[in-house]
């Protein structure tokens, strides 16, 4: 029996009984409806986490970290200058820059994190960081008022810096700190400028709490250092960032001649790892929700069963009729198979549209993220087409068994 | 032979209880033939008719039926065998109601190899006289032109025998009288015509009848002067015609 005439005879016994049919259908309906949601709720928090950390981050670059262990000697992981391994140099550097593909740009970075600001009375215990001018651009950082360190600055070994905003506020109050001199561990700096506001970092520190002067001061004039705390490393093509983070800690541990079972003195973090973490807490609620959907196209299945199972003690009379005709066992399967798919298929894309309108108005009334997207779409299919499947099997069975003789006897 | 069985029994296993339905039958029908099957209710004649429409097997005995040996297929093949080679009629019509009398006419179609264009089915309307029914729902036909829906859906797959249980029960004096005389002109026109019947009157439209009680048959005997139904139809009093 062709494909095309089974499905005639689907539509001709679903449109006999709408209500039913649409009532059989419910259960898919929510169901459906409701794992459209919660894939784009899912997919819209991710994106959003992403995106805070892109703003964390700026453009999505590695950052080498000198320390042992994974989470790095980061700020707020230890005290002073060189806490974690000093073997982290300017020739790691260069041999990133120049022998691992798909790297653009590496710039190195020094940090103290337990230093003391002073300006007139007051003084702060802060972190200062060693940077180059392009530390602006790879952490998308503004300046609020003033300048950023330049290539000058860096050349000159200038006594210039650049305050967070929790350190503007602690040392100057509402008064402009820009031109001010300040003095920091005993060595006196002037404002150049104030950094934007950032917030909370993904691990909770407070990212304003900083002053940031050139790099070259801070190995040269300050603290007289000759190895890096971190090197950053923008990508070409950033959806190989995996893979070029691994061919980093590769040349690393061959430079620093690292054979297990030593441990690392570096490690290597990426944005991505970050989002794993981050998205941890929205997954625990998409895996609830995702249950409840389940639950509800498990419901949608087991009422399609049974509206199946009641329409094959209907139409017993109907079966033995269409066997006694020709049609062979396979023939009844396919038909009331046919029937069973096509209502949860049916579901599904009436599931879909709601749930499309559903997004919709979560984005319109709340501030819930919700991304439509084609897997929210693929899953909703092959869900519905599963689910008729699963529990439209055991009806269509029981239809394909029946003896002619018996059925054909049934009032 | 059209039709050929050999000492064929049948037997249920009711509750225990060994019930012989079909007691050793041997029958034989030649192509063109127009046969009545006769006897009561319990006489074994339904089980009989389930066999021979192949809906049912033997338990023992061998039937052919145009030249193929049906015992001893499966499944898919005796559906296949009904499909092409038996057109049944049946006492309630069994027309499906969500479908017009010419899809019901085709529904054989549907599991044979036949091309369905619609064409055989209203010929077969045609030629039991509802050639302007064919887009009629079963409920709008009366019971008469419901039974003649269902001859041609019989005729659709130009079977080897046709196979009527009943087909006048339902019906009144002259809706079965008009079945009856369309059997009879697809007979003379060739066709193999078993007749299954609990009266006398009807079995006399035949041209042989055979009794049967028990399981077995207890009379097979030539019909001398069958019925005429359409003599009998033109001699009914004048109606007011549908």
């Not at chain 1, 259960?27 to 964390?56: D, E, M, N, P």
């Not at chain 1, 590695?62 to 042992?68: E, K, N, R």
């Not at chain 1, 971190?230 to 070029?244: F, G, H, K, P």
């Not at chain 1, 009436?350 to 997004?359: A, E, N, Q, T």
Request: with cysteine.
């Amino acid at each position: 029996m062709k494909t095309s005439l089974v499905l005639k005879e689907a539509r001709r016994a679903l449109s006999a009984n709408k209500v039913r049919t649409f009532l059989t259908m419910l259960g898919i309906i929510v169901g459906i409806t409701s794992l459209t949601i919660i894939v784009a709720v899912g997919q819209g928090s991710k994106a959003q986490v992403t995106g805070r950390l892109s703003k964390l981050w700026g453009t999505n670059p590695i950052m080498v970290t000198a320390s042992a262990g994974g989470r790095g000697a980061g700020p707020h992981m230890g005290m002073g200058v060189g806490v974690g391994s000093q073997t982290l140099t300017d020739e790691d550097l260069q041999a990133i820059e120049k022998e691992v593909p798909n790297v653009r740009k590496a710039s190195p970075g020094l940090l103290n994190s337990d230093a003391q600001v002073k300006f007139r009375q007051q003084t702060a215990t802060t972190e200062v960081f060693g940077v180059t001018p392009e530390f602006r651009e790879y952490r998308s950082w503004d300046v609020d008022s003033g300048d950023f360190i330049s290539e000058e600055d860096v050349r000159g070994l200038a006594r210039v810096a650049l305050i967070g905003q929790t350190v503007a506020r602690e040392l100057f109050g509402d008064a402009d700190p820009v031109g001010a001199t300040i003095r920091i561990d005993n060595v006196a700096f002037k404002v150049k400028g104030v950094m934007a506001r950032k917030g909370a970092s993904p691990e909770g520190g407070d990212l304003d709490d900083r002053v940031t002067i050139p790099i070259s001061t801070f190995a040269r004039r300050l603290y007289n250092v000759t190895y890096l705390s971190n090197i950053v490393v923008q990508l070409q093509d950033v959806s190989r960032m995996q893979e070029t983070g691994a061919a980093i800690a590769k040349l690393l541990r061959e430079r620093h001649h690292i054979v297990p079972p030593k441990q690392d003195d570096f490690s290597v973090r990426t944005p991505q790892g970050m989002v794993t973490v981050f998205a941890g807490t929205t997954q625990t609620l998409t895996l609830f929700l995702g249950i409840v959907s389940t639950i509800a196209l498990l419901v949608g299945g087991l009422v399609i069963m049974n509206i199946m199972l009641v329409s094959v003690g209907e139409r017993t009379r109907e079966i033995g009729l269409r066997r006694a005709v020709g049609a062979r066992r396979r023939d009844i399967l396919a038909q009331f198979l046919a029937e069973a798919l096509a209502i949860s298929v049916m579901g599904g894309v009436i599931g879909v549209v709601l749930g499309i309108l559903g997004v919709w108005m979560l984005r319109a009334m709340t501030q819930t993220p919700a991304v439509m997207s084609w897997q929210a779409i693929v899953l909703a299919a092959v869900f519905s087409v599963v689910v008729g499947i699963i529990f439209g099997v055991q009806p269509a069975r029981r239809a394909a068994l029946l003896d002619p003789v018996e059925a054909l006897r049934t009032e | 032979m059209m039709l050929e069985m050999q000492e064929v029994t049948r037997t249920y296993d009711l509750g225990g209880q060994h019930v012989r339905a079909v007691n050793g039958v041997s029958l034989q029908i030649g192509a063109g033939e127009f046969v009545a099957i006769v006897g009561p209710s319990g006489s074994g004649k339904s089980t009989l008719m389930n066999l021979i429409a192949c809906l049912d097997t033997p338990t023992s005995g061998t039937y052919r039926l145009d030249g193929v040996e049906v015992g001893k297929l499966d499944d898919d093949h005796l559906s296949q065998v009904r499909n092409s080679k038996i057109g049944l009629v049946f006492q309630s019509y069994n027309l499906l109601p969500r479908m017009t009398a010419l899809e019901n006419v085709e529904l054989p179609l549907l599991y044979g190899t036949r091309h369905q264009d619609g064409k055989a089915a209203q010929s077969a309307l045609e030629a039991v006289g509802l050639g302007d029914r064919s887009r009629h729902w079963p409920n709008q036909l009366s019971g008469g032109q419901q039974q003649r829906v269902a001859i041609a859906r019989a005729l659709i797959n130009d079977p080897a025998v046709i196979l009527a249980d009943e087909p006048t029960g339902a019906l009144d004096t002259r809706s079965g009288l008009e079945v009856m005389d369309i059997f009879q002109r697809l007979n003379r026109e060739g066709r193999t015509v078993v007749l299954v019947t609990h009266e006398q009157a009807i079995a006399e439209h035949a041209r042989r009848v055979v009794n049967i009680r028990d399981g077995r048959i207890v009379a097979d005997e030539p019909v001398a002067h069958p019925r005429e139904a359409g003599e009998e139809l033109a001699k009914l009093p004048q109606e007011v015609r549908d």
